[in-house]
């Protein structure tokens, strides 16, 4: 998207329509906030009319890309929305804290939430809507969405009749929100691999489910408004000279697949009024 802004002329670079094709073609409508198209921001009913023309969902237009989300933060606020976990999770979050612009995910320190799922598997978290367990008294009858043990730093914990936690999912979804109507683009990492050390470090991986082992395992598939990019979940990814597994690696406690939760997250963002990017690495 930045080349084909690059190379096009000062002449065709004023012009709307093709402005609008090129938003149309990259959905990507923060294309107006480069300096070269800052005159057509200002035009809030072309805008809108970038905004309807980019769609919404998760793009995966430059999923390979190792270098398009650092240029988007170089010229504007572009805020990862979704960061895989597992061991890596707290090094990714260090390492992108350290650039302007921060992250749009919720931490809560030792302190235990609410995830998306519970009553084993049965209940999911509304992917675009509070679930009414934020802060709430948890009730006797734990049922549905209740019936779920609290995610910590020290590990899970049963909660305690009338006691009060965070809901995680409701406070995320939230804070993406707010980020986008703060004008910042949301970004999502497929994976925590950062670089090819942090594979045998940290134990980072993919999050990327294939239809094959879904319905192995008997999971949801994962499906989007935009599509996917061939081979989800299957064979090797290369990205600057380095191979990496796309699978997600297996859980060796529950021998299931990893990042159960970050797929709930790429589910809600899909549904979310506004294109988000998704890339494989952060």
Same mark, same amino acid.
């Given at each position: 998207?930045?080349?084909?802004?690059?190379?096009?002329?000062?002449?065709?670079?004023?012009?709307?329509?093709?402005?609008?094709?090129?938003?149309?073609?990259?959905?990507?409508?923060?294309?107006?906030?480069?300096?070269?198209?800052?005159?057509?921001?200002?035009?809030?009913?072309?805008?809108?009319?970038?905004?309807?023309?980019?769609?919404?969902?998760?793009?995966?237009?430059?999923?390979?890309?190792?270098?398009?989300?650092?240029?988007?933060?170089?010229?504007?606020?572009?805020?990862?929305?979704?960061?895989?976990?597992?061991?890596?999770?707290?090094?990714?979050?260090?390492?992108?804290?350290?650039?302007?612009?921060?992250?749009?995910?919720?931490?809560?320190?030792?302190?235990?939430?609410?995830? !998306?799922?519970?009553? /084993?598997? @049965?209940?999911?978290? =509304? &992917? *675009?809507?509070? %679930?009414?367990?934020?802060?709430?008294?948890?009730?006797?009858?734990?049922?549905?969405?209740?019936?779920?043990?609290?995610?910590?730093?020290?590990?899970?914990?049963?909660?305690?009749?009338?006691?009060?936690?965070?809901?995680?999912?409701?406070?995320?979804?939230?804070?993406?929100?707010?980020?986008?109507?703060?004008?910042?683009?949301?970004?999502?990492?497929?994976?925590?691999?950062?670089?090819?050390?942090?594979?045998?470090?940290?134990?980072?991986?993919?999050?990327?489910?294939?239809?094959?082992?879904?319905?192995?395992?008997?999971?949801?598939?994962?499906?989007?408004?935009?599509?996917?990019?061939?081979?989800?979940?299957?064979?090797?990814?290369?990205?600057?000279?380095?191979?990496?597994?796309? !699978?997600?690696?297996? /859980?060796? @406690?529950?021998?299931? =697949? &990893? *990042?159960?939760? %970050?797929?709930?997250?790429?589910?809600?963002?899909?549904?979310?009024?506004?294109?988000?990017?998704?890339?494989?690495?952060?």
């Amino acid at each position: 998207p930045f080349d084909a802004v690059a190379k096009a002329s000062v002449e065709l670079l004023q012009e709307a329509d093709f402005v609008l094709e090129l938003v149309k073609e990259t959905k990507a409508p923060w294309l107006l906030k480069l300096p070269e198209l800052k005159h057509f921001a200002q035009n809030k009913s072309f805008r809108a009319q970038c905004d309807e023309v980019a769609g919404t969902g998760l793009v995966f237009t430059w999923y390979q890309s190792s270098t398009c989300f650092w240029d988007m933060r170089k010229h504007f606020s572009a805020i990862t929305g979704s960061v895989p976990g597992g061991k890596a999770s707290e090094a990714v979050v260090e390492e992108l804290s350290a650039i302007e612009g921060g992250l749009s995910t919720v931490c809560f320190g030792d302190r235990p939430v609410f995830g !998306a799922y519970a009553d /084993d598997g @049965r209940w999911e978290h =509304p &992917l *675009g809507a509070p %679930c009414g367990r934020d802060e709430a008294p948890v009730p006797e009858e734990r049922t549905g969405m209740w019936s779920a043990p609290l995610a910590g730093r020290r590990g899970e914990v049963v909660p305690e009749v009338g006691s009060r936690h965070p809901c995680w999912c409701c406070r995320w979804l939230a804070e993406v929100r707010e980020k986008h109507v703060q004008g910042a683009t949301i970004c999502c990492a497929i994976s925590n691999i950062y670089a090819s050390e942090w594979v045998s470090h940290y134990g980072a991986g993919s999050s990327e489910l294939s239809d094959a082992e879904a319905e192995r395992l008997k999971l949801p598939r994962e499906v989007f408004k935009n599509g996917r990019p061939r081979s989800w979940g299957e064979g090797i990814f290369q990205i600057c000279g380095e191979n990496y597994h796309r !699978a997600a690696p297996l /859980d060796p @406690r529950s021998g299931k =697949p &990893l *990042g159960h939760n %970050c797929r709930w997250e790429r589910k809600a963002l899909d549904q979310l009024g506004f294109p988000v990017f998704a890339f494989f690495m952060p």
